[in-house]
């Protein structure tokens, strides 16, 4: 099954990094500014037109600022240290200036949580807030406590709107997300009745198929007591029955594979697995295109690998080539087969025919481009190996068809010797 990614919108890196800079600038810029237009008679005059003080009351801010990069992992805790900062400046007369970092914390708090967390939280940010003015002790303490806690009530508001937006947007991606998945599903459970209808034609088909062509040939063969007096003959009646029954195994072999595959459980039973070819497995493909009147050759040139991955590729391109030979070409009498094994453990094969081309005038003047559906499965399972497979007319003098295979070194093994 595939999985869906949920995008959330939250900020992203540049966010986390803007909010604290963006403060951090605008706290050193006020307290600049405030150590120019601040008056005398003004409770901050002394603290401002100290060096050391100011110094270190910058230093404080640039904290402040960076603890709000922990925001979105620890909101409660950055509350916590923005709460002490703000109680510390109040009685300095900076609680001005701690204020933004402490809404920013609460904001950050009301996002990540919900319910009573919410609430406390704001409680305890307006109290925060109304530190210095109770310490004052005004004349008129509602009319001192409005600006301080007006701003909580709005970051509040406002933070629960955004949290609850995004939750919708959170469970709109979800519902989304699901519906993607369950198109996946549905996708792949037509698929498995797909394969699983063909797999039952082909038991039908091909399965009885070559069951009858068993029977037949081996009730000929009883007929004539074992023997044609034909040894080409015999050869030949031999070779397909061996073909078929071999024929038959793979068939069943595949289908319940197949079977297995839409069941879940293929990997159970490794029998279900097709066997390995190996590089001697050509002779009877071989054995059976000679007994079909060609003249069949193989020849090797230097070192076979130990590369079971690289013969079973070679394998399939030699029989498919040899198959596609004998059921579409023209008059051919001979089939060349080379397998070059090189020395960086790469091999090629090339198998070669003195054909025409069933269906066309001439010999080669409607070629096909990349031969039939096995040769096109071939070649791109050589291509995700790294190799490269090509067909057409053959280059020496056009006479007949060649397909050309190139297979590199597919085992450690092999990459290693």
Known sequence: MSSVRIESGRPG?????????????????ALVMQRIVVRPS??????????????????????????LLWRRERPLVVLGVESLLALAAGPLGLDSFAAPLLLIAYWSVVLASSGLVTVLSGVWTAAVMLGPVVLA???????????????????????VAVRARREVADARARELAEQRRAAVLAGQRDAARRRSRIAGELHDSVGHGLTTIIALSQGIE??????????????????????????LDDTRTALRALAATDEGDASSSPSLTPPERTWEDIRPVLDAARAAGCVVTLTETGRRPEDARQAEL???????????????????????VAWDHARDGSMTAVITNDGGVAGTAQPWTARPSAGGTG???????????????????????????????VIPALSLEADTR
């Not at 009883?222 to 024929?247: F, K, M, N, Q, W």
């Not at 070679?314 to 060349?336: D, K, P, Q, Y």
């Open 137 to 159: 002790a005004p004349a008129n303490p509602l009319l001192e406590s409005l600006p301080r806690v007006v701003p909580v009530l709005l970051v509040g508001v406002v933070a």
């Open 222 to 247: 009883e007929r004539l007591g074992g023997t044609t007096g034909d040894p080409d003959a015999d050869r030949a009646l031999a070779a397909i029955i061996g073909v078929a029954r071999d024929s």
């Open 314 to 336: 070679c394998f399939s391109v030699t029989r498919e080539a040899v198959t596609n030979a004998l059921r579409h070409g023209v008059a051919v009498t001979r089939i060349g």
């Open 42 to 67: 003004d409770v901050t005059y002394r603290f401002m037109h100290s060096n050391g003080v100011l110094a270190a009351l910058i230093a404080g801010g640039l904290a402040g600022c960076a603890v």
């Open 13 to 29: 890196r540049v966010s986390r990094w803007a909010v604290p800079a963006g403060c951090a600038l605008l706290l050193v810029t």
């Open 375 to 405: 040769l096109r499965r071939l070649g791109r399972s050589l291509r995700e190996a790294g190799g490269s497979l090509s067909a057409g007319p053959s280059p020496l003098d056009g006479a007949g068809w060649q397909v050309r295979a």
